[in-house]
Every structure is written in structure tokens, then in C-alpha cells.
């Protein structure tokens, strides 16, 4: 391509910024538009840099890829910045996140009877937290430019259970090495004690939301977790699995663990008394708080497993979709 057009604010040029300029580098003609200090204002929910050290900080970037003499930045005061305007272009640099402003420069171009633009989207750039990378986190002093930890995640676990917590701390080891602090409390999961099928999802996710609420949004990961009998695994029976759900204050993800056949005479038990596994086996086996020690799994299978390697494969699994996209490997 010829003459390409990329946008954006640049308080801090991290990662993601280097690899939208360096799409714009196999271009001849580079104009960037770089976003005025009013619309920082209007537009952003973090503070920024003024427009001069914002500009400098462009130019220093430009210079060390090489490609300052091909690359006009000019102030814009919008999201269009004049690109539906400038008849030599014929394409536009956007991350994922901006490919519908592209769209909406593009129908204002056919509008003027404009060439359209060739759209070229560049994938997201993600730090060792598993979230993209921005100028807001690294304001924040928790990530670098390269998206490397500054400081441990927060993370807040909905359990108090030591059992869980040891599992879940497991997993977030295996993923973040050392870097994470964890924080613990109980939270209601808003379904019954040992919940069916669907419920236990539910269960996870309003854990997950209400340790997120105590937090007040201060922690970058919230978990839930809920044990549930599912009926629709296995033909006449019912499988114990754990579900973990993790939630950002925007997204979640699940995971579960491994499952095991429960007897039926244990599900009757706990659909007759509305109780749950742990308190079905505590009359059955006259062991207390079961779920707190190896759990329903170490008793059945005589201590061969335990209830903490249940948690932390569910924990791990429902930080699965978050690797796979940080790691570009959704395709």
C-alpha cells in the first residue's frame, strides 16, 4: 500500500502501538493522527500527557523504527480526524477494538465519493496479566510498555474454604509464577446448597461478582467457584464437577475440573433434605466438613485424589480463553 492512515492518543507507546506502526512502516506515506488534549479530556477515563510530550514521545518512536521522514502527525479533535477526507489514502491501520470507526470512515468517504480504504486490523497486544495492554494500566504502574507485571496481580477469591484456596493458589502459581496476591472471603452463591446442572455455573458466576463487589473493582481478577451434580453426562447417573468462573469487572470465563460418579443414594439424600454433598457424606461417613479436607473425591477414591486438584483444574481451565487470546491462538 501506498499511503496509510493510523490514529490514536498515544500517552505512552507500548507494545500494542509498535505493532500498528510497524504495519504502517511497509507503507510509503504515513499520516497519524494524534488526538488533542480536549478530546483526552472528553474521551479518556485516565489522565494523560499533554499534547506536547505525547507528540515528543511519537516522534522518538518514529525515529527509532526508521520511518520519521515518511510520517506527517497531525492534531485531530475526533475520532474521523480527517481521514474521510484525504482522497490519496487507501488504507487505515486500527487494532481490533477500532475496526468500527474504520467501517464509519469508510461510509463517509463513500459518501463524498472517496475511494474506500483497505481496512487492516492488527491483533491486540496482551501483557503478562492476560489483558491488553494499555495506557491506562501502565499509568497505573501495574504493567510496563511490553505488558511485563510492575506489581502482583489482586486477585479475590469467593472462599473461604482452605481446601479451595490452596487449589486455587495452585493454579495462579502454574499461570502467574509469584506474581499475585491473594485475597479470601465468603461469598453467597444465590443458589441451592448442592446446586443441578445449570446452577452450578450460576453458583460460580454470582461468587465471582460479589467477591468482585467487596473489592469495589480495586483487584484485577475475581473467582468464583460452585460444586453441582450434572444429569446430563452420563446416562442415569450423576457426575460431581466444579465450576470456576473468573470475572475482570467486564468479562467472564469458566473452567471446570475433573468429575466423578456420585451414588444415587448419596443424590437422593441431598434432593430429599435440600442439603449438600459434604453434609450427605458427613451422616453417611460420620466425617465433618469433608469438603474442607480431601472432599467428596479423596473419600470415594480412598485418597488415590483430593479435592484440591479438582479446584485447581477448574481454576486453570478458566483462565484457558484468556491464554489462548493473549498467546494468538483463536486464530
Given at each position: 500500500m501506498?499511503?496509510?492512515?493510523?490514529?490514536g492518543?498515544?500517552t505512552y507507546?507500548?507494545?500494542g502501538?509498535?505493532?500498528?506502526l510497524?504495519?504502517?512502516a511497509?507503507?510509503?506515506?504515513?499520516?497519524?493522527?494524534?488526538?488533542?488534549?480536549?478530546?483526552?479530556?472528553?474521551?479518556k477515563?485516565?489522565p494523560?500527557?499533554?499534547y506536547?510530550?505525547?507528540l515528543?514521545?511519537?516522534?522518538?518512536e518514529?525515529g527509532l523504527?526508521?520511518?520519521?521522514?515518511?510520517?506527517?502527525?497531525?492534531?485531530?479533535?475526533?475520532?474521523?480526524?480527517?481521514?474521510?477526507s484525504?482522497?490519496?489514502a487507501d488504507c487505515?491501520?486500527?487494532?481490533?477494538e477500532?475496526?468500527?470507526?474504520?467501517?464509519k470512515i469508510n461510509?463517509?468517504?463513500?459518501q463524498?465519493g472517496?475511494?474506500?480504504?483497505?481496512?487492516?486490523?492488527?491483533?491486540?497486544?496482551?501483557?503478562?496479566?492476560?489483558?491488553?495492554?494499555?495506557?491506562?494500566?501502565?499509568?497505573e504502574?501495574?504493567?510496563?510498555?511490553s505488558?511485563?507485571l510492575?506489581?502482583?496481580?489482586?486477585?479475590?477469591?469467593?472462599?473461604?474454604?482452605?481446601?479451595?484456596?490452596?487449589?486455587?493458589?495452585?493454579?495462579?502459581?502454574?499461570?502467574?509464577?509469584?506474581?499475585?496476591?491473594?485475597?479470601?472471603?465468603?461469598?453467597?452463591?444465590?443458589?441451592?446448597?448442592?446446586?443441578?446442572?445449570q446452577?452450578?455455573?450460576?453458583?460460580?458466576?454470582?461468587?465471582?461478582?460479589?467477591?468482585?463487589?467487596?473489592?469495589?473493582?480495586k483487584?484485577?481478577?475475581?473467582i468464583?467457584?460452585?460444586?453441582?451434580?450434572?444429569s446430563?453426562?452420563?446416562?442415569g447417573?450423576?457426575?460431581?464437577v466444579?465450576?470456576?468462573?473468573?470475572?475482570?469487572?467486564?468479562e467472564?470465563?469458566?473452567?471446570?475440573?475433573?468429575?466423578?460418579?456420585?451414588?444415587?443414594?448419596?443424590?437422593?439424600m441431598?434432593?430429599?433434605?435440600?442439603?449438600?454433598?459434604?453434609?450427605?457424606?458427613?451422616?453417611?461417613?460420620?466425617?465433618?466438613?469433608i469438603?474442607?479436607?480431601?472432599?467428596?473425591?479423596?473419600?470415594?477414591?480412598?485418597?488415590?485424589m483430593?479435592?484440591?486438584?479438582?479446584i485447581?483444574?477448574a481454576?486453570?481451565?478458566?483462565?484457558?480463553?484468556?491464554?489462548?487470546?493473549?498467546?494468538?491462538?483463536?486464530?
Amino acid at each position: 500500500m501506498r499511503h496509510c492512515i493510523l490514529g490514536g492518543t498515544f500517552t505512552y507507546v507500548h507494545e500494542g502501538h509498535r505493532r500498528l506502526l510497524a504495519e504502517c512502516a511497509k507503507c510509503q506515506k504515513i499520516t497519524i493522527g494524534l488526538t488533542s488534549d480536549s478530546y483526552v479530556r472528553r474521551r479518556k477515563l485516565y489522565p494523560s500527557l499533554p499534547y506536547h510530550k505525547r507528540l515528543a514521545g511519537l516522534k522518538k518512536e518514529l525515529g527509532l523504527m526508521g520511518m520519521a521522514g515518511r510520517a506527517e502527525i497531525v492534531k485531530i479533535d475526533d475520532e474521523i480526524g480527517g481521514a474521510d477526507s484525504i482522497a490519496e489514502a487507501d488504507c487505515i491501520i486500527v487494532s481490533q477494538e477500532t475496526e468500527a470507526a474504520a467501517k464509519k470512515i469508510n461510509r463517509m468517504r463513500r459518501q463524498k465519493g472517496l475511494p474506500l480504504l483497505k481496512i487492516i486490523s492488527v491483533p491486540l497486544a496482551y501483557g503478562e496479566d492476560l489483558r491488553k495492554i494499555s495506557c491506562a494500566a501502565i499509568y497505573e504502574g501495574k504493567t510496563d510498555l511490553s505488558g511485563r507485571l510492575a506489581k502482583p496481580l489482586e486477585i479475590q477469591l469467593a472462599t473461604e474454604n482452605p481446601t479451595k484456596v490452596q487449589g486455587a493458589a495452585l493454579a495462579l502459581r502454574k499461570i502467574f509464577g509469584e506474581k499475585f496476591r491473594l485475597q479470601y472471603h465468603a461469598e453467597n452463591s444465590g443458589v441451592p446448597a448442592h446446586p443441578f446442572n445449570q446452577e452450578t455455573a450460576e453458583g460460580a458466576a454470582n461468587r465471582a461478582h460479589a467477591a468482585w463487589k467487596r473489592a469495589r473493582g480495586k483487584c484485577d481478577y475475581s473467582i468464583g467457584m460452585e460444586s453441582g451434580l450434572f444429569s446430563s453426562l452420563v446416562k442415569g447417573k450423576h457426575v460431581d464437577v466444579t465450576v470456576a468462573c473468573v470475572y475482570d469487572g467486564e468479562e467472564e470465563t469458566y473452567g471446570t475440573g475433573m468429575g466423578f460418579v456420585v451414588p444415587e443414594k448419596i443424590v437422593r439424600m441431598i434432593k430429599a433434605e435440600g442439603s449438600d454433598l459434604s453434609e450427605a457424606l458427613r451422616k453417611a461417613t460420620g466425617v465433618e466438613k469433608i469438603g474442607w479436607k480431601q472432599g467428596a473425591l479423596g473419600w470415594f477414591s480412598d485418597g488415590a485424589m483430593h479435592r484440591r486438584e479438582q479446584i485447581e483444574a477448574a481454576v486453570a481451565c478458566a483462565f484457558v480463553p484468556r491464554i489462548a487470546r493473549a498467546k494468538n491462538k483463536l486464530g
